[in-house]
C-alpha cells in the first residue's frame, strides 16, 4: 500500500521560512507526479504546487515566487520551500502522487495525512 509521509510544518512568523517534506514509499517514485495542497479551516482543500517526473512544475499565483517544489528520487521524497510566509498560508499541508500531473484534488490518488503549518503575524 502506497505511503505518503509528510513532515516539516510547524508554527512560523511571518516573514519566515519552513521546508516540507514528503516521503513516498510503495511506488515507483520516479515516475509519479506530486503535488502539495492545502487545506485552511472552514475551506476547501486548494491546489498549491505540483512537480512532474521529468521536473516540470506548476504553481497557484497566491505563492508563486515565494514557494520552490522539488523532488530526490534517490530518496522518493518531495520538498516544498516556503519563504516569505504570510498568515494566509496558515494550513494543513498535504502532498499527493498520481501518475499524471494535475492541479485539482481529484486527480490524485495518494495522499499523505498533512502537516500542520501555522504563521503567525
Known amino acids: 500500500q502506497v505511503q505518503l509521509v509528510e513532515s516539516g510544518g510547524g508554527l512560523v512568523q511571518a516573514g519566515g521560512s519552513l521546508r516540507l517534506s514528503c516521503a513516498a514509499s510503495?511506488?515507483?517514485?520516479?515516475?509519479?507526479?506530486m503535488g502539495w495542497f492545502r487545506q485552511a479551516p472552514g475551506k476547501e482543500r486548494e491546489f498549491v504546487a505540483t512537480?512532474?517526473?521529468?521536473?516540470?512544475?506548476d504553481y497557484a499565483d497566491s505563492v508563486k515566487g515565494r514557494f520552490t517544489i522539488s523532488r530526490d528520487n534517490a530518496k522518493s521524497t518531495v520538498y516544498l520551500q516556503m519563504n516569505s510566509l504570510k498568515p494566509e498560508d496558515t494550513a494543513v499541508y498535504y502532498c499527493?502522487?498520481?501518475?499524471?500531473?494535475?492541479?485539482?484534488?481529484?486527480?490524485?490518488?495518494?495522499w499523505g495525512q498533512g502537516t500542520q503549518v501555522t504563521v503567525s503575524s
Open positions: 512537480i512532474s517526473w521529468n521536473t516540470d512544475t
Open positions: 499527493a502522487a498520481d501518475p499524471r500531473r494535475g492541479l485539482m484534488t481529484t486527480q490524485y490518488n495518494y
Open positions: 510503495r511506488l515507483t517514485f520516479s515516475v509519479y507526479a
